[in-house]
């Protein structure tokens, strides 16, 4: 049976915020799966992901919802994929798009879905300087650029190679404003610095999986590692972490970036489903 997820998680799961999700059902372009009959509760299948996504990446090219509605309703491929290359042309001839979302597009239509290998982890509680910030989603990139800017300066200093990563609440996916913390591990008897905070992460278990390349197809590796969880595990309360193994920091290429998004589940199952 295809496991289903609350709207909030299927917000995480998309990068849709709840809003948009209520605006979406409220006109008919994607209804949820079930709908509590008592509290009115929405609830969404897993399967559905790669439709939101898909809507994800129209709107973002700034495809009127009433094309939008063409593609995903189109009748078959063929139809669906003229409508889409049509806007495509009409988008690259009149606005200068980045070509990352473009090409994040065309291979949602053109390469085979992969299966994403999970591992499954403890992490043990640790130290770590960190700037917290709440963060709009359309903010992300400047803020990501000037925190990890400085943690990389700081380490340079101190002479640290952990790897730096950040923490995502529930309120940045489902609300596209929220806190996130930039962390860089420490040694437990760290000093203070300044400028920076000096916390404590907890420890917890997460199902992790690697997303190689730009960061424009970010929520294709959230997609398949939320729905693996949703599927085999028990989500746990707590934010998601991201762990830039290679980063902007690292190379220039976005090709060769690797980030290893930990989602927290309750227990590291004996076997997988």
């Avoid at 994040?104 to 770590?128: D, G, I, N």
């Avoid at 920076?196 to 917890?204: G, Q, R, T, Y």
């Avoid at 595990?233 to 690797?258: C, H, K, M, S, W």
């Amino acid at each position: 049976m295809t496991a289903s997820v609350t709207i909030g998680e299927f917000s995480r799961l998309t990068h849709l915020s709840v809003k948009t999700l209520h605006h979406y059902h409220d006109i008919g372009l994607l209804a949820p799966a079930l709908i509590d009959p008592s509290s009115g509760y929405r609830r969404y299948r897993i399967t559905q992901v790669p439709t939101a996504q898909l809507i994800r990446r129209l709107r973002e090219l700034q495809m009127p919802l009433a094309q939008v509605r063409e593609v995903v309703e189109a009748p078959d491929v063929t139809t669906r994929d003229q409508t889409l290359r049509l806007h495509l042309e009409r988008m690259e001839q009149e606005l200068n798009r980045t070509q990352q979302v473009v090409s994040s597009l065309r291979s949602m239509l053109t390469l085979p879905v992969t299966q994403l290998e999970v591992e499954y982890r403890f992490v043990p509680a640790f130290r770590a300087f960190a700037v917290t910030d709440r963060v709009h989603r359309d903010h992300i990139d400047t803020w990501c650029a000037a925190t990890f800017g400085r943690l990389a300066a700081l380490a340079g200093r101190e002479e640290i190679t952990a790897t730096m990563g950040a923490t995502y609440g529930d309120e940045f996916f489902t609300d596209d404003v929220g806190e996130v913390v930039g962390f860089l591990p420490v040694a437990p008897d760290q000093a203070p610095r300044e400028g920076v905070e000096l916390v404590d992460l907890p420890a917890a278990f997460f199902a992790v999986g690697v997303h190689a390349g730009p960061f424009a197809d970010f929520d294709r590796t959230y997609g398949a590692l939320g729905s693996h969880v949703a599927q085999y595990n028990e989500i746990a309360p707590g934010p998601i972490r991201e762990l830039y193994v290679v980063g902007p920091g690292d190379t220039t290429d976005p090709t060769q970036f690797r980030t290893e998004v930990c989602w927290p589940i309750q227990r590291i199952p004996a076997t997988k489903g």
